[in-house]
């Protein structure tokens, strides 16, 4: 659909990455003859005995899961960093160079049932969800040699995870991630050449328009970026700037936990079915550098851009290394702002 002085494409800059993002919304009508992706709902027992995240089971590891009650951290027992990462590596050709993967490789079960999921539960569980994300970025990024810890879930089998107990993972690496070095990059130009935080200007901008925001409590605020790069991509973030969960209060912890609870609520009601994302904490490095500019934030991505169709990456995304949207951001928004803040299940229930 064209709006008058709606422009029907437009390239839009995506502060945060220093990168275009092409608006092309009039392309997400065309003929679909590809491959469709499928959500099963799968409905589970609360306990299954054949899970290696489900209370009092064994894991490959060969330990035994406490009877947890409520978040249950422990390390990855496949990890792809970790502190017995190999140190004598082959040295490769040429100008290439390579170095051991070591860090801290773990998994975060957010609750000992294994049929929720994080929209599910209740605001006082995720809550204390986030405080554990703060231990662990508090315990891991004050290790020498960790200088960035990335906190996330893979949520639904379309992004590749097999078992459906709800779970995150973070990796306390040696390095910075690319998009979390990016952002302070550009947050700590923004900060000196401006004396504020880059977020701080995007959620001034977001406030001003209004038509992307989800949801406002008195310190959180969720929104779909005007630069999103995919369909129902949002971000979720304090309103005051903290570098990290570290210096959050328990007020504002609380806030951000009803906000993300808001926003995975409305993902699994807009086509009722438990909606799969990437859920990423963007935290400063740990790295020992000055990092006041950055502002702590949650980014969500869900991969579908329709029930059962995935939003593909290729030409312009993988080969190009910009995105282009099928989708306007403020028609998103307007489909998440619409459903019921009560999730389909306690509504039926
Ligand atoms: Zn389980
Ligand atoms: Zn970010």
């Avoid at 160079?97 to 006082?124: D, F, I, Q, W």
């Avoid at 992004?159 to 991630?177: K, L, Y």
């Avoid at 328990?250 to 009722?272: F, P, S, T």
Wanted: hydrophobic content about 35%; proline content about 8%; glycine content about 6%.
């Amino acid at each position: 659909m064209v709006f008058s002085g709606v422009p029907a494409w437009e390239q839009r800059w995506h502060p945060l990455r220093e990168e275009w993002v092409v608006v092309a919304a009039h392309r997400q009508d065309r003929p679909w003859q590809g491959e469709r992706a499928t959500v099963s709902p799968a409905p589970a027992p609360e306990y299954v005995d054949s899970c290696y995240f489900c209370p009092r089971n064994l894991r490959v590891s060969g330990e035994r899961n406490p009877d947890y009650q409520s978040v249950f951290v422990f390390d990855n027992d496949h990890p792809c960093v970790g502190p017995s990462a190999p140190q004598l590596l082959d040295r490769p050709t040429g100008i290439y160079r390579n170095a051991p993967a070591t860090g801290v490789s773990r998994v975060v079960c957010y609750s000992p049932k294994h049929n929720t999921t994080l929209a599910e539960l209740p605001v006082g569980e995720i809550a204390a969800l986030v405080g554990t994300w703060r231990d662990q970025y508090v315990e891991l990024g004050a290790r020498p040699e960790v200088r960035h810890v990335l906190t996330f879930e893979n949520k639904g089998e379309v992004v590749g995870v097999s078992n459906p107990h709800p779970h995150g993972q973070i990796f306390a690496t040696n390095f910075v991630f690319k998009t979390i070095e990016t952002e302070a990059e550009v947050s700590s130009r923004h900060y000196r050449d401006h004396g504020r935080s880059l977020f701080q200007d995007i959620i001034r901008a977001e406030q001003d328009d209004g038509r992307r925001i989800l949801f406002e409590n008195s310190s959180a605020i969720v929104f779909l970026p005007y630069f999103a790069r995919y369909a129902y991509e949002c971000f979720v973030a304090p309103k005051e700037t903290h570098p990290s969960l570290a210096t959050m209060s328990a007020a504002e912890i609380h806030d951000l936990a009803a906000a993300l609870k808001l926003l995975l609520v409305r993902y699994d009601n807009l086509w009722q079915l438990s909606f799969p994302y990437v859920l990423t904490l963007h935290q400063a490095p740990t790295d020992g550098e000055d990092h006041s500019g950055f502002h702590f934030h949650l980014e969500c991505y869900p991969p579908l851009r329709k029930p059962n169709l995935l939003k593909y990456l290729a030409g312009p995304e993988v080969g190009g290394g910009n995105f282009l949207s099928d989708t306007r951001p403020e028609a998103k928004a307007e489909e998440l702002r619409a459903v019921s803040e009560v999730h389909y299940k306690a509504q039926h229930a």
